[in-house]
C-alpha cells in the first residue's frame, strides 16, 4: 500500500570546519563568548536579587489571591480584576503628564511637583485597596489589610 521513503545519512559527507581546532581565532571566540555569558551571569544575578516587584504587582497578586477564595467564575473574575485594574490605572494617570483616566479624563491630573514614585504608589495603593475591599470582603483582613500595613499606609485613611 505505501512504498518506504528512502532514507538519507550524513555518513558520507565531511564536514569541515571554518577553524582549526585550537587555532588562535577559536581560543579568541571561546574567551569572548565565556566573559559575555560570565557577564551576562553575574548582571542578571543582581538584578534577580535587587529587584522586588512593583506596587501593581504586589496588589496584582493580592486580587488573584482574593479571587481564589472567593469561588468567582471565570466572567466574574475577569470584571472584578478589570475594575481593580482600571482603578490602578486611573490612580496611575493623574500622576502622569499625558496618560488620561478612563472615568475622569484628565481632571484629576495632579501638579507636575507631585508626580513622584512615593505619591504614585501611595495612590495606586489606596485605590487597589478600595476597590478589592469591595470586591473581596473576605479577604480584607487576612490579604490587603496587611498589604497596606507592608506598604506603610493605614487602611483606615
Given at each position: 500500500?505505501f512504498q518506504p ?147 506603610g499606609y493605614p487602611?483606615?485613611?
Amino acid at each position: 500500500m505505501f512504498q518506504p521513503i528512502a532514507s538519507y545519512t550524513n555518513a558520507d559527507k565531511v564536514v569541515k570546519h571554518k577553524f582549526v581546532r585550537g587555532s588562535r581565532c577559536d581560543w579568541h571566540i571561546r574567551r569572548t563568548l565565556l566573559t559575555a555569558h560570565a557577564l551576562l551571569a553575574i548582571c542578571s544575578a543582581q538584578v534577580m536579587a535587587q529587584s522586588t516587584p512593583t506596587i501593581v504587582v504586589q496588589w496584582n497578586n493580592a486580587a488573584l489571591q482574593g479571587v481564589r477564595d472567593s469561588k468567582l467564575g471565570p466572567p466574574m473574575v475577569a470584571r472584578a480584576l478589570a475594575i481593580v485594574h482600571t482603578c490602578i490605572f486611573d490612580a496611575w494617570s493623574a500622576y502622569d503628564k499625558k496618560a488620561v483616566g478612563t472615568q475622569f479624563g484628565a481632571r484629576l491630573r495632579r501638579p507636575k511637583w507631585e508626580h513622584t514614585d512615593t505619591n504614585k504608589s501611595k495612590a495606586i495603593s489606596f485605590a487597589a485597596y478600595r476597590a478589592a475591599i469591595d470586591l473581596f470582603p473576605v479577604d480584607k483582613a487576612t490579604v490587603f489589610d496587611p498589604l497596606m500595613a507592608a506598604s506603610g499606609y493605614p487602611p483606615t485613611d
